[in-house]
C-alpha cells in the first residue's frame, strides 16, 4: 500500500524567507506526485504535479518542486515567501496499481509578516 | 473551484439523524471522490466512483453510503450520524486515463458537525 509521509507539521516564516517542506512516499513503482494548497477557510487547490520528464516542476505562485527518486521524495520549496503563502499544504501521491489519491497530513505554513 | 460544488456548506446535527452531503459538477469528470478532512489527519478517502456503474469504498468507508445519480451527481450518506464523524467533507471530480494520471479538483467542502 502506498503512504505520504509529512514530517513538518507546523512551520513558521518570517517573509522573504526560504521554505522547503518535506514529503517521502513509501511506493516503489511508478508514482504520480503532487502539491496542494489549502488557504483558510477554502478548498484545496493544485499548486503542482509531477508525472514523468524533468524532476524539477514549477508550479504556480513561484513554488518548484523536486522529485528524487533515489530519495522517494517530493519535496516542496519557494526562494522567498510571503505572508500571503499561510495555507496548509499537502502533499499527495497515486502510483500505477493504485486507484486513488492518497494524501499526508498536512504541513501548516504560517508567514509572519 | 465553481465547477465542483457542494451542498450543504454548514451542517449541524444530533446523534443518530440520517444525513446527506451532496456533490455536483459541470467539468464532465467521470471520476468522483468523498473525502473527509481531520486536523492532523490530512484527507481521507471514504468512497469513489470511476463512473456510475463503477462505486468502490475507500480507506474509512465504515458509517457511510454513497449513491451516484448520474454522471454530475454523487452524494455522500451517513446514515446513523455518530460525533466521531464531525469533520470538513470534501467532494473531488478528475478527468482520469487508464494510468491514473488524473489531477483532482475539490469542491468547497461541507462543515459537518454531529452533536
Known amino acids: 500500500a502506498q503512504s505520504v509521509s509529512q514530517h513538518n507539521h507546523h512551520v513558521i516564516l518570517s517573509e522573504a524567507a526560504s521554505l522547503e517542506l518535506g514529503c517521502n512516499y513509501s511506493?516503489?513503482?511508478?508514482?504520480?506526485l503532487f502539491w496542494y494548497v489549502q488557504y483558510p477557510g477554502q478548498h484545496l487547490q493544485l499548486l503542482l504535479k509531477?508525472?514523468?520528464?524533468?524532476?524539477l516542476v514549477k508550479g504556480i505562485k513561484g513554488f518548484e518542486a523536486e522529485f528524487i527518486k533515489s530519495k522517494f521524495s517530493f519535496n516542496l520549496r519557494k526562494p522567498s515567501v510571503q505572508w500571503s503563502d499561510t495555507a496548509e499544504y499537502f502533499c499527495a501521491v497515486n502510483s500505477g496499481s493504485a486507484r486513488q489519491l492518497t494524501f499526508g497530513s498536512g504541513t501548516q505554513l504560517t508567514v509572519l509578516p | 473551484d465553481a465547477d465542483v460544488t457542494q451542498t450543504p456548506r454548514n451542517r449541524i446535527t444530533k446523534t443518530g439523524k440520517r444525513i446527506m452531503l451532496e456533490c455536483s459538477q459541470t467539468k464532465g469528470h467521470d471520476r468522483m471522490y468523498w473525502y473527509r478532512q481531520d486536523p492532523g489527519l490530512g484527507l481521507r478517502l471514504i468512497y469513489y466512483?470511476?463512473?456510475?456503474?463503477?462505486?468502490n469504498k475507500g480507506e474509512i468507508s465504515d458509517g457511510y453510503s454513497v449513491s451516484r445519480q448520474a454522471q454530475a451527481k454523487f452524494s455522500l450518506s451517513l446514515e446513523s450520524a455518530i460525533p466521531n464523524q464531525t469533520a470538513l467533507y470534501f467532494c473531488a471530480t478528475s478527468d482520469g486515463d487508464r494510468e491514473v494520471k488524473d489531477t483532482q479538483y475539490f469542491g468547497p467542502g461541507t462543515r459537518l458537525t454531529v452533536l
Open positions: 509531477y508525472f514523468s520528464g524533468d524532476p
Open positions: 466512483s470511476f463512473d456510475v456503474k463503477d462505486i
Open positions: 511506493y516503489g513503482g511508478t508514482v504520480n
